[in-house]
């Protein structure tokens, strides 16, 4: 029980202070659960980090299901969840009655938004070093990871991303099998998954069935509930089969799913273009994972319940296959990633990951952010913050945001 407090007290201080989307996430855990807390091991994180990136739906939030479950078993996963994911949800689902009650979109608040962009660059230019240093550390990766980079950046398209980590695991499986280097795979080994005396075997057994019949359940409703809302329709049920799609089928982040989202909501009428953009405008700016949008937009669908039963509806929805997928893989984790074959595909995957996040580092994270002198003499000082004055990553962005206000 004490772990599992721990877990919802760490990803809590996260969810209200971890602005910027999925890859200012990334920073936020490494620095609270690799450098702060040592939950995790550099190449451990990295390890979970390249599974949950090759998955559908929103990274950061299977980072943080998937952090939680090695912490504290399901309950763990269920905190970190909550923990991380209300706050935003909150603020939007208000904003979504105020937008109900009033109209309009964002008004305002251009000053502070930036502060929280500029400071964002900061912290994830900081793992990327940290990460580079601890992932690429011979000229093989280092390459991996520039040339990474240099296709996200030069494609452009979201998708890359997937390709580029296959990419990563195919060219770490040929280069790097002879390398005998001996860790702990992922650090699962502290977690409810390691199953080391003969009376835990049941437990194992018994994980390894939960993981299988979450996998299972995954497919039975990503095919399912089309069929079902055709034969029994009904707002709830539709609105939920419409969340459950985007959340199953898209890759790369938080903000490729809003195409997707657009379609099933703004399309069928639902929801308003206006108001989508202006929900759009909001969850930028709110810490905490960009799907909380879903519960925005389930605020403005009509049906029982009212505001609060249809956003709780499309949360769930969005969230579920991140659950069903995570948790269907965690336990069959640890064994596969002892192979010797997998560690290697795992090393030049990590590789990928790190030119991943220098790809988004320039674009779009520098890019949105950073458009002038003025800007750079922001960041210089949100830098000096972080690595002089040695603050916390969440108190430099809401002290960046303040100061922003009146820069």
């Not at 980090?49 to 399901?74: H, M, T």
């Not at 994270?365 to 000096?384: R, Y």
Request: aromatic share 12%; proline share 5%; glycine share 14%.
């Amino acid at each position: 029980m004490k772990s599992v407090i721990e877990v919802f007290r760490e990803f809590l201080i996260l969810g209200l202070s971890s602005f910027g989307g999925p890859t200012a996430h990334i920073a936020f855990f490494r620095d609270r659960f690799v450098a702060r807390k040592k939950w995790l091991t550099e190449a451990d994180f990295a390890d979970l980090l390249a599974l949950c990136q090759f998955l559908p739906g929103p990274a950061s939030s299977q980072f943080g299901l998937s952090i939680g479950w090695k912490r504290a078993g399901w309950a763990g996963a269920l905190a970190a969840w909550v923990a991380f994911t209300v706050p935003s949800a909150l603020l939007l689902i208000l904003f979504g009655l105020g937008v109900m009650k009033y109209g309009g979109g964002l008004e305002g608040g251009a000053g502070w938004l930036k502060g929280l962009q500029i400071a964002v660059v900061a912290v994830i230019a900081g793992a990327v070093t940290s990460m580079w240093k601890t992932l690429c550390t011979d000229r093989p990766r280092q390459l991996l990871a520039l040339a990474a980079a240099v296709i996200l950046l030069g494609t452009g398209i979201a998708w890359m991303q997937l390709v580029v980590i296959a990419l990563g695991a195919v060219a770490g499986w040929f280069l790097f099998r002879g390398d005998q280097t001996e860790r702990s795979p992922t650090g699962l080994n502290e977690g409810p998954d390691r199953i080391e005396s003969s009376t835990e075997k049941g437990s194992a057994q018994q994980g390894r069935v939960s993981g299988a019949v979450c996998l299972v359940l995954f497919f039975v409703l990503l095919l399912g509930l089309p069929l079902v809302a055709k034969v029994q329709p009904g707002q709830p049920l539709e609105a939920f089969t419409a969340m459950y799609r985007s959340g199953s089928l898209v890759f790369g982040g938080g903000h490729v799913v809003l195409p997707l989202l657009s379609q099933e909501v703004v399309e069928p009428g639902w929801v308003g273009r206006e108001e989508f953009l202006a929900g759009y405008g909001a969850a930028q700016a709110v810490p905490g994972p960009l799907f909380t949008f879903s519960g925005y937009l389930g605020s403005l669908i009509e049906g029982p319940g009212g505001p609060w039963g249809m956003a709780t509806i499309s949360l769930i929805g969005i969230f579920l296959p991140a659950w069903l997928l995570v948790l269907g893989l965690m336990p069959f984790w640890h064994s596969v990633v002892k192979r010797p074959g997998i560690r290697a595909a795992l090393a030049g995957t990590n590789a990928a990951v790190v030119g991943l996040l220098g790809a988004a580092l320039y674009n779009p994270v520098w890019i949105g952010a950073i458009q002038s002198s003025k800007d750079v003499v922001f960041l210089i000082g949100v830098a000096a913050s972080l690595l002089v004055m040695k603050w916390p990553p969440w108190v430099v962005v809401i002290t960046a945001g303040v100061v922003g206000h009146f820069w």
